[in-house]
């Protein structure tokens, strides 16, 4: 679906995504790398559970909504990579805060 | 901890950067709030990281940007990147988040220049995975190289369609289509309304090359594409659209969307900036008067987020702002703005010249505006269809917040940034009245997702 023009010259940097150990370049968004990772969808939707990937990639949508370190519901495309990130698909409905 | 400066910036696209540069150089104290994490907006976005191979397949517009954010970043201006805003007071007061901390910042003087954004394009199987907009993939590309794989096709008008699609195939992407929703004829018709500048000429000469070298480069061109829609189940496998009378679908492993781009009116409108509706581009934008002043007295605005007018224009209103902000600091007397003001003027008086033909030959069209079909997803954030929202009108939903309580179009994480466009259109075109009629949602803080945590941090 996506792939990178050029091997993450410089620096990489190591995240899990759902589990899998992947090679990104540092500096990128969550977003870009988890597309160049091949990835079918970053999330589910709260009302139908529909499949969606980021549509933006501008911080306008928020179709990217991802769980990043623990924090569900964050801007995979505002949100740089950095080693040992975990990164989690978000999943329907954010649990309600108290 | 609050900062309080002379000039406070909410953007770093050229309008933040040229009007913080020129500041400083006045002898204001100057801060920029980025939202990303360097200098450049959308337009020049990944400017300073780029990668060489990259850069020199993204065209000569694009290397422009390296000037205005070199000036920055020699200037004194303070720049504080990942800053997410999240409130802005009348009185200038700014709230935003950085890396998990809620901080605020207060301009004596406050620039919102937070451009502009894709138009929201609903027709059918938009919210799919592998559907995206074309200026989303761009920044992929500029931010990333990270490009589409397999077979891509873009579709819509505007400038940035044709410059993603040469983009795109320049870095050996193969792109099977085209398609525009601008008939051929409008361009010939466009030229023939040419405004007299040389300098409009030019732009249209470039853009007619931009196509031809599409076109050699193998990738089919459609001229006046209807009925665009996106198929498949989890995810796109084709597109189908009408053009010249007969239905055609394409199988795509990537569809690229772009219609124009908006002003991003988020902020200005929590504010309580009067807006106006621009009929020739169908969006609305805050009402300014000729330094980017509006009706809040400590609040100017600049670049695409007042109207669009393209980078070169964003980085002049940008240095006009500026310019007006010294002069209410008193540090310059007015003969001396108005003085310096001249030759800027008279540059942006050049850029804008193309505007209308622009406005005339990429009009967007009306069923992307208004979308007919009934499945067709308005709002991504709560899957609010055209029929659910067309029900709730005839039931007497009278304006877009009443329309929101009945159908909670408009109420999920983007508030309203990707429905609020459609759903004054739907209204307006049910209701027989004009869209300034029909108005906007209420857009109230925070508009960005706060954690209590980012909250709890500000009164450290
Ligand atoms: S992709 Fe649209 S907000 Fe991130």
Redo the contacts with the bound molecule.
Sequence with gaps: MFRRLHEPDGQSVSIDFEGEIINVAAGETV?AAVLAAGAEHSRTTPVTGATRL???????????LMEIDGIPNR????VRVENGMKVRRQEGKRRLEA | MSDTVDFLIIGGGPAGLAAATLADELGLSTLVLDEQSEPGGQIYRGIETVHPKTLSLLGEDYGQGAEIAQAFRKSGAAYKPDASVWRVDEDGMVAYSHNGKGATAKGRRLLIATGAMERPVPIPGWTLPGVMTAG?AQVLLKSAGVVPSGRVVVAGCGPLALLVTQQLVTAGVNVAALLETTRIGDYFSAARHLPKALRARNYLSKGMKMRRSIRAAGVAIHSGVEKLAAIGDNRVQSVSFQSGGSQSEIPVDSLLLHFGVAPNTQITRQVGCDHEWYEAQRYWRPIRNEWGATNCDAIAVAGDGGGIDGAVAAALTGRLAALDAAHRHGVIDSVERDRRATPIRAELGIHSAIRPLLDALFTPPRDICAPKDNETIVCRCEEVSVSDLREAITLGAMGPNQLKSFTRCGMGP?QGRMCGLTVAELIAEANGEPVENVGYYRIRPPIKPVTLGELASMSD
């Design positions: 977003a980021p549509f933006c990639m501008m911080g306008a949508c928020f179709d990217c801007q995979a495309c505002m | 989303g983007c």
